[in-house]
């Protein structure tokens, strides 16, 4: 174990070279803050062993992350074998390996100053340092990511994207009662504030040693510019205020939304809604999503087109989209958004009983938007997703929300990157289709077997479109109709139904906008 230790210090300080998070100038601090961390007293090494390492990793598992994953992994058995390492979970492993990658990783300073230099030459530049900085650093840890199932599934409103997620590691018993019992705190107020910059982490709350962000101005406020640690598509990233305060949609989302569009001009940006059950996962803090990406609504061409009296200089038209999107476009970002302040406040207030449409009962408001906003050439777009979080018997999630046929499949709420055409779907999927894939092979009874009985229906569904099923083309089917299901959950999630009379519904409330 220790020659392997030993080895391991000289890899990983040799991969902190080639990926230039150090300079040569540091490869002896950089080796004793890494055999600190370890609890070793000796380095058996030599400064030229790791330049010359540093100059053999492969250009392969450079960018794949396989080199720092079986250095890392070395390590933290070691950690693990000498109780340096509370226990031998994920949830302590990940503590202890950011904290190696934090020793190896530039203060905050040197990484903003690196950014706006890149920004001054093009913004471009700068996102590409920083992304690649952030995979570097193992923020983002590419090697589980890669582990994610990614496929499109082809549907009349487009390719939609499907992932299952298996890079989000599930918490391990012992850490969870150890969440339990562990001293409440406060700091930081959650996973999206600026003091997780850096922040050891707990059992309850992820390390982020490696962790960097970038300030951007935003609406003469501060805010911070980072990526997603799960990067569900090209160089997801979260932009955050600075102040830990609640999501709101309003006039000044859409003025933030351009502003840093036009900062970004190579990136869309957008947000949540505002809404428990048609709102992102964290209310509590006002953020933005976006990315180096193009989604399926984005492509989706406008169906036909309305004018607004006093707005006949912006385009405004019905997206043909399974949610109910409205396209404002133009070279003029200030007429976009005063045109998008009408419809948000029209939306917030109607009612129209003969689609269920309710703007609040009881004193509970329903109507909200989900905004997104991106370049096209030489014009801006903002797209303005209509969404309503009412609840009944028959759909106690929500009437606009995936049916509970659907639940087998997706449950969840319908956030920001869903309702732009990706599905975020839950691991747990990857073994339930496997079991799925076999007992259809065999012919074994679905329903009898507890772990995917729930499927029983959908497979009794789908199985009649096929000649035959084999196992030439299983896999191939079971995706593309994982992703029907999932276009019905977007339909099901749309406030006016793709229907002559659901459009029609639709043009109802345009037509109010005059």
Avoid at 126 to 145: E, L, M
Wanted: aromatic share 10%; charged share 25%.
């Amino acid at each position: 174990m220790t020659e392997n230790i030993q080895d391991a210090v000289t890899e990983l300080v040799a991969y902190a070279l080639r990926t230039g998070l150090i300079a040569h100038e540091d490869i002896i601090y950089a080796v004793n803050c890494v055999i600190r961390e370890l609890g070793l007293d000796t380095y058996e090494g030599e400064e030229a062993a790791v330049t010359d390492c540093a100059q053999k990793i492969p250009d392969q598992e450079l960018d794949d992350g396989t080199w720092l994953e079986r250095t890392l992994k070395i390590m933290d058995d070691y950690a693990c074998a000498n109780g340096i390492c509370e226990s031998d979970s994920v949830v302590y492993r990940d503590l202890f390996d950011t904290r190696l990658m934090g020793v190896l990783t530039p203060r905050p300073s040197e990484v903003i100053c690196r950014f706006r230099q890149l920004y001054q030459e093009d913004p471009q530049k700068a996102t590409d340092f920083y992304y690649d900085f952030a995979r570097n650093t193992d923020y983002i840890r590419r090697y589980r990511i890669s582990k994610d199932l990614k496929w499109v599934t082809k549907t009349p409103y487009g390719d939609l994207d499907i992932t299952i997620n298996l890079s989000k590691p599930e918490k391990d018993p012992k850490a969870i009662a150890a969440a339990r019992n562990a001293k409440q705190s406060g700091y930081p107020k959650c996973q999206l504030c600026r003091e997780n910059e850096g922040y050891t982490g707990r059992v309850d709350h992820p390390a982020r040693e490696n962790h960097r962000v970038i300030p951007v101005t935003i609406q003469n406020s501060q805010w911070g510019f980072q990526y997603s640690p799960y990067v569900y598509y090209n160089e997801h990233c979260i932009v955050f205020n600075s102040q830990h305060i609640p999501m709101k949609i309003e006039h000044g989302t859409f003025c933030k939304l351009f502003d840093f569009v036009k900062q970004f001009p190579h990136y869309f940006v957008g947000s949540n809604a505002d809404l428990p059950i048609v709102g992102g996962s964290i209310l509590s803090h006002d953020h933005f999503q976006g990315g180096h990406y193009e989604f399926a609504m984005a492509k989706a061409p406008v169906t036909r087109n309305f004018t607004v009296k006093g707005f006949e200089d912006v385009k405004a038209g019905i997206v043909k989209w399974p949610m109910s999107v409205i396209r404002l476009s133009g070279p003029d970002t200030e007429r976009i958004i005063a045109l998008a302040d009408v419809v948000l406040t029209k939306w917030r207030s109607y009612t129209d009983e003969a689609a269920f449409i309710f703007a609040e009962t009881d004193g509970t408001p329903h109507n909200t938007i989900t905004p997104i906003a991106r370049k096209r050439g030489e014009n801006y777009e903002l797209d303005l997703v209509l969404r309503n979080n009412i609840t009944t018997k028959e759909h106690p999630l929500g009437v606009f929300h995936p049916h509970a046929q659907l639940h087998h499949i997706k449950k969840e709420n319908i956030g920001l990157i869903e309702v732009m055409g990706l599905a975020v779907l839950p691991a747990r999927l990857k073994g339930e289709m496997a079991v799925l894939k076999k007992a259809m092979l065999d012919g074994t009874d679905i329903r009898s077997n507890p772990e995917i009985e729930k499927h029983a229906d959908w497979v009794d569904t789908f199985s009649p479109k096929y000649d035959h099923i084999d196992a030439g083309n299983i896999d191939k089917i079971l995706q593309d109709e994982i992703g029907e299901v999932f276009m019905h959950v977007l339909e099901d999630a749309g406030v006016y139904k793709q229907t002559q009379e659901g459009q029609k519904a639709f043009d109802r409330f345009t037509q109010t906008l005059a």
